[in-house]
């Protein structure tokens, strides 16, 4: 099927009709209404606004919706204060969620309110939290729709696409892209077609490289393999980064790389927020997402499909493709469902596959969390590690050579250097046993209160 003909069925698909957007509306306007009159009661000097995508226009079709109700609080009013000032005017039965800076859920007419409490900013520079920024988001993507409204249709399909290649988010655990980012790079392209088209056509970007890296070598050594630990200088590149200022608020690229800090231009792209100069919309955004966006982008404008636009399940998906290798780690930390518990799930996932590294070849390695179950789950598909001999300190280092023939029994001396025989053959099973023994404290420390093998 023609690649335009996919995308106008799939907008029919995935943009909810105007009576759900109707009803969508009033029960948002009335909710905000009751907000008001509240704020006005207990003497509260704070405005109420709709944001996100139901302000926008881009709001994607779902079986249970949710807005976004920002309360705008006067500056006389402390960062701290405002939570706790907005707890004190909604309902009871709200669930007060925490985070960067504390907000409420409550449930109206079978729609998720997500009720936000900024403080009122003149100018971007006084923002003390991203959501301080949400009103002046909402304004410019606006004013760039009522001119094309076109736009709000190709940022329906961009959401989307990227959530159904889990890229979408700007979650810690996720490193995607998020809404707002989506809507500038759909609005700087002009169309999701363009937008997928130029990441298809960028490099891979490499992991960030520190100045010192230390790298693995192997080399053959009596019919074995041995690990050599090289080093080697490496200068961080923004070489074929996309680099976006659409507000034009400098001169060029080099002064973008020169003015921001060095923190904010990692990302494989470089977004700046036409609202506030300072700031990168995509900072968050990782190579190894960017890579697994592209990859995606490739393949759909290769054979494109409606199956590119449908979210899957990791879970189905590998079972099908790997069967009885597949193995399944279910992950339970003790932190609240949503952001919190996801990113300390996903730095436990980078722990732990680190460690089985160590005695197994990894093939597949995917990290999934649900935030409904507030679960995570780490899938592997590993095969048997070569036996290898590792190098170890000379004889004439006395102390670390003691210390090398402590931890490794058959330790050897070859050409005046120690040399042990690492042998992998432990079972997966047996892996799992002694990394819950060996590593039960930074268990603790990393929040995890079960680890499970469900298969």
Do not use: W
């Amino acid at each position: 099927m023609n690649i335009n003909k996919i995308l106008k069925k799939q907008i029919e698909l995935i943009k909810p009709n105007k009576d759900t957007l109707k009803g969508i509306k009033k029960t948002s306007d009335e909710f905000c209404k009751k907000l008001k009159e509240k704020l006005r009661k207990k003497k509260i000097k704070a405005e109420v606004f709709i944001g996100g995508s139901l302000a926008k226009k881009t709001i994607v079709k779902k079986d249970r919706y949710d807005v976004d109700i920002f309360v705008r609080f006067d500056r006389k009013y402390g960062n701290e204060e405002i939570s706790k000032l907005l707890g004190k005017i909604i309902d009871k039965k709200a669930k007060r969620v925490h985070g960067s800076r504390d907000y409420y859920q409550q449930v109206s007419n079978g729609i998720i309110m997500e009720i936000i409490p900024v403080i009122k900013i003149k100018n971007q520079q006084e923002a003390q939290n991203i959501t301080d920024l949400s009103y002046f988001h909402v304004n410019y993507i606006n004013k760039i729709i009522n001119k094309n409204k076109k736009l709000a249709d190709e940022i329906i399909l961009a959401k989307t696409f990227s959530h159904a290649q889990n890229c979408y988010g700007a979650e810690s655990y996720v490193h995607g892209f998020s809404g707002y980012a989506l809507e500038l790079l759909i609005c700087h392209y002009r169309s999701f077609l363009k937008f997928i088209s130029s990441i298809a056509s960028q490099k891979n970007i490499l992991e960030k490289n520190s100045l010192s890296s230390k790298h693995q070598k192997s080399e053959d050594f009596c019919g074995l393999k041995i690990s050599v630990e090289i080093f080697k200088s490496k200068k961080s590149s923004i070489i074929d980064r996309i680099i976006i200022d659409d507000a034009k608020f400098y001169k060029n690229n080099d002064e973008i790389l020169r003015e921001l800090n060095e923190s904010k231009i990692q990302s494989p792209i470089i977004l700046i927020d036409p609202t506030f100069k300072q700031r990168n919309a995509l900072a968050g955004l990782s190579n190894e997402t960017f890579n697994k966006f592209k990859k995606n982008c490739k393949k759909f404008l290769k054979n494109p499909s409606g199956e590119f636009f449908k979210s899957k399940n990791i879970k189905e998906e590998l079972k099908r493709k790997y069967k009885d290798e597949l193995i399944i780690l279910e992950v339970k930390t003790s932190k609240q469902a949503g952001d919190i518990a996801g990113s300390k799930s996903k730095k436990f996932f980078e722990f732990f596959d680190r460690q089985l590294k160590r005695e197994f070849e990894i093939k597949i390695n995917e990290f999934d969390y649900d935030e409904k179950e507030n679960l995570a789950y780490f899938f592997f598909v590993i095969g048997k590690k070569t036996n290898e001999i590792i190098k170890g300190p000379p004889v004439t280092n006395i102390h670390n050579l003691t210390r090398f023939k402590k931890i490794h029994k058959n330790a050897f001396i070859k050409n005046h250097i120690a040399y042990a025989k690492i042998k992998h053959d432990l079972s997966f099973k047996e892996f799992i046993q002694r990394f819950k023994a060996k590593e039960k404290n930074i268990i603790k420390e990393m929040s995890v209160k079960n680890i499970e093998l469900i298969n």
